[in-house]
């Protein structure tokens, strides 16, 4: 990795580490964090049980606020703790994957919004903004409607 783009990336995780840190339960060691400025997504997790993996895009990141930030990861890291794969759903006929798919994102945000608990209710809240602001827009087939995913993040957060 080029000096100035590890710089970047250790810059980035003490800036989401610092003022918004992880909850423990969430927090995984063993977990690489690889910044990826040609990832489409913002984030996106890749469970390996003796490496997972939570690849970024810290292009896109710096779109959103921190809290936001904050959240994203908080999802990415939610499919590891679950050992969330794509393996079950390749095999299925598009439908069938697509809602295998959506179901787990649905997993993650919900894990993520309990994870982050009371403590960090502001990044729960900025998903649920961003989440109902696409309203029945989805990012694409394998992820539900955003105001699906608001929904399924209020009914988890903590009161």
Do not use: W
Not at 9 to 32: D, K, N, Q
């Amino acid at each position: 990795m080029p000096r100035l783009l590890r710089v970047a990336v250790t810059g980035f995780l003490a800036l989401i580490g610092a003022g918004h840190p992880m909850p423990t339960s969430l927090a995984t060691p063993a977990t690489r964090m690889v910044a990826d400025p040609s990832l489409r997504d913002v984030a996106v997790a890749v469970y390996d049980p003796l490496q997972p993996v939570i690849y970024f895009n810290p292009t896109l990141m710096q779109r959103f606020s921190p809290e936001l930030d904050t959240f994203f990861m908080a999802h990415e890291r939610a499919h590891i703790t679950l050992r969330h794969t794509r393996a079950g759903a390749l095999g299925a006929d598009s439908g069938i994957r697509d809602r295998l798919l959506q179901s787990k994102e649905l997993e993650a945000d919900c894990l993520a919004a309990e994870e982050l608990g009371a403590a960090h209710r502001a990044a729960s809240l900025a998903a649920v903004r961003f989440f109902a602001h696409l309203g029945t827009q989805r990012l694409d087939a394998e992820h539900p409607p955003g105001a699906l995913r608001a929904r399924q993040i209020l009914a988890c957060m903590p009161q």
